[in-house]
C-alpha cells in the first residue's frame, strides 16, 4: 500500500460540519436586504466556490454587484461574530489530525473561504495540529486552479506524488487532479459518492479512520502495540504473512476463527501443508483448544487496543481463552487512531458489511451505518476490547500486512 508523507485536507465538509454556521451567517445578509433567507440544504448544495458564489447562488438571477456585494458584506459581519456557534469536527477527525501528527505526516489545509475565517477555525478547533492554512486571498485563483495547491507543497516541502489530497466535494477532486495530487474523496461531508467517483477520485472514505492505511508507518506503530503486551510482526505482502503463519503451525493444531481476511489470504488450505487447521467455515469439527488460534480484528487502535465484534462469540471468546497462542491477522485498513475510532470503524464499517455479506435485514445493511438497532438479526452482540493479551494466552501476537485485507 503506498504510504503518503504529507496530507491537504479541504476545511468546509471535510474537517468541520459549518453548515449552521454558513446558513446563518448567509441569510443574515441576504434578509437585511430584503431577500429570503435560505435552509441549511440550500446551503449544502451552494458552498465549495467561495463564499461569493454561496450569495450570488442564493439570490435572484438580475442581482447586480452592488447587492451581491451588500448581502456578502451582510454575510461577513455576521460570520466574523458567530464563527463557530454551531460548527463543529465531524466525528473522529480530532483523532486522526493527532494521529497522524504521530506517525510524522505533515498537515495543511487549504480552503475557498476566505483566509482569515480559515485560519480562525483551525486555531480553534485544531490548535498546534495543522502546519499551513490557506483560505481564499485577493489576487490568487480559487480551487480548482492548482496555484494555492503548489504553494502548500512548496511550502511544507514536499512532492505531489508523496501527497494526500482530502476533500469532499467535486471542486477538491478537481483541484487535486490540476495539481498532480492523489485525490481522496470523503463521503461524511456535503456531496455524494457519485459526484466524488465523477470528479475524479481516486479512493473513497467512509469514516476519518479509513485514511489512517494510507499514512501509517509501521516502525512506528509497533511501540503502541508493543507498550500494551503484544507481540507484533508486519509484512508488506500477503504471501510473506501467509508463509510466516505456516511456520508458526508448522506440526500444530490451529483453529481460526471466522475471517474474511483469511479467506482472501487463502490461509485454509496453506497452513493445512504443515498442521492440523479446523475452520468452521468449511465444515470442520470445532476444536475448542487449539494450540494456536487465528483470527482478524475489526479494529486495531493505534493506542494498543483490539477491538471485536461478534455475534456468535466463538471469536470473541477464542482469543481470549483456550489457546497457547493467538495471532490476530490484520490489513492496513482495520488500524484506526485510537479507542472510540476503533469501536466506531467496529460499528459503523466491519458491522455494515458483514450484515450485508451475510443477507442480515438490519438497519446497518441498507445504509452503512450502525442505529444501534435491537433487530433479532442483529450481528453484533459482543464488543471484545483487548486492552492486552489474555494472561491465559502464552503468546498474542498482531500480524499487520500492508495491504486491504477483510472488512
Ligand atoms: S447494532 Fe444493529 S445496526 Fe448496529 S451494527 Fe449491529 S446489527 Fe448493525
Redesign the pocket.
Known sequence: MKRYRAAIFDLDGTLLNTLGDLCAAASAGLTAHGYPSITEEQTRLRVGNGIRNLILRSLPEDAGDSVIDACLSGFRSHYEAHLHDLTHPYEGIPALLHALRSQGVKIAVLSNKYDRAAKRLIEHFFPGLITLTLGERPGIPRKPDPTSTREVLAALGVRPEDTLYIGDSGVDMQTAKNAGLTAAGVTWGFRSREILLENGADLLADHPAQLLAHFADPARLQEGFTRCGFAFSYFETSSQAVDYLKNVCRGKTAAFGGSMTLETLGAYDALREGGTVHWHWRGDPPDTAPEVFLTSANALALTGEVVN?DGNCNRAAASMYGSDAVYFICGMNKLAPDLPSAVSRT??IA??RN?RRLN?H????ADG?????R?P????RALAILLAPSSSVKHTEIVLVGETLGY
Open positions: 465484534l460499528r459503523n458491522a455494515p450484515a442480515r438490519t438497519p446497518c445493511a451505518r450502525c442505529h444501534d438497532c433487530s438479526e442483529r450481528i453484533c
